[in-house]
């Protein structure tokens, strides 16, 4: 049996989301009769701690419909240069929300204050057009599902705070960054004018995501979600799962988080080269440069030798992702496979 580990968007929906899906109270979410859906948001608000949430297919339009709602056009958003928001949404913050883009260079995806407040204009003038937001990703995809530290989150929020500035935070694995602080969810966007949520990551949904925050913020959503073809009519077969991940799904993704220390550990003991990130949660990274491979090679060889590994953010980089749908025992025999896979070709 092949252990596709490419990416925790690869999770199928287990039978209890299936039956979830089955006995879902269907209507049409366009005329809010979809109890499903009505009753996802308001426990995604009641969670957060926010007063406004709309579901939407996916994380992508809900970072974009964000930016719409939130920035002017010309006016500038900061993000890390690396983050989804501007790097893996096929343009969207300038051809959809036009947007200036700054992006920053960060260690591991952490806006520093003193980096921040160097570059944010707070005023647009004749030559310069003002920041509009600062958008947060955590946890932080590219470097390695990081998840930003607290005490240098609540520094960034209340900067943001202070100077009037709108945060907005990619949460799309926020319940990853939750679970590794043991924080609650709300806890970490206290402060934040609009969160995006994904269920088609670690949450195991097949579709499905959120843009919550401050109604005073994003009140033209709905208007955007029309624009954009993301109204949907019986969404309460995707509420209904998302649902029920949020009640089962939640909870184990310290489970993944394990089994990725679990993989690493397993790989560095056999003395693979695997690249550890801080605080990092689910994903783990091999940089197979010292082996004299590339990374397409390596990922061949490991896909025939039955473990699926996808490309990391640059050439040698390997990243391979434990998720709801692999055991502990996956996992072990994952890195017997890669071990044997990469030692044989490289002696
Ligand atoms: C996956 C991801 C998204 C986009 O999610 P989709 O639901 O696939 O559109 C946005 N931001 C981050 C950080 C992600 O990892």
Known sequence: ??????????????????????????????????????????????????????????ATMANQIALMCQVSRGEEVIADEFSHIFRYEGGGAAYLA?????????????????????????????????TALISVENTHNTSGSTAWPMDRLDALMAYARDVGMPVHIDGSRLFNAAAFHQE????????ASSVTLCFSKGLGCPAGAMLAGRSDQLHEAPVFRQMMGGSLRQSGILAAAARYALQ?????????????????????DAGMPVVRHPRSTNFVFLDVASLGISGEQARAL?????????????????RA???????????????????????????
């Open 302 to 318: 490991l896909a025939e030798a039955g473990v699926k590994w996808s490309a990391g953010r640059s050439a040698s980089l390997l």
């Open 184 to 191: 609650s969810p709300a806890r970490l966007v206290q402060g």
């Open 98 to 130: 036009g947007a200036t883009t700054r992006g920053v260079t960060t260690v591991d995806g952490v806006l520093e204050v003193d980096q921040i407040r160097e570059i944010v204009t707070t005023q647009t003038s004749e030559h310069i057009r003002r």
């Open 321 to 347: 992702v434990p998720h709801l749908g692999v055991t502990t025992d996956d996992i072990v025999l994952a890195a017997q496979r890669t071990i044997a896979a990469l030692q044989a070709d490289s002696s």
């Open 1 to 58: 049996m092949i252990i596709d580990l490419r990416s925790d968007t690869k999770t199928l929906p287990t039978q209890g989301m299936l039956s979830a899906i089955a006995n879902a109270r269907l209507g049409d979410d366009q005329e809010h009769e979809d109890f499903e859906t009505t009753a996802l948001q308001d426990e995604i608000k009641r969670m957060l701690g926010l007063d406004f949430a709309i579901f939407l297919p996916s």
């Open 248 to 268: 089962h799904n939640v909870d184990r993704l310290a489970d993944d988080h394990a089994n990725a220390e679990l993989l690493r550990n397993r790989l560095a």
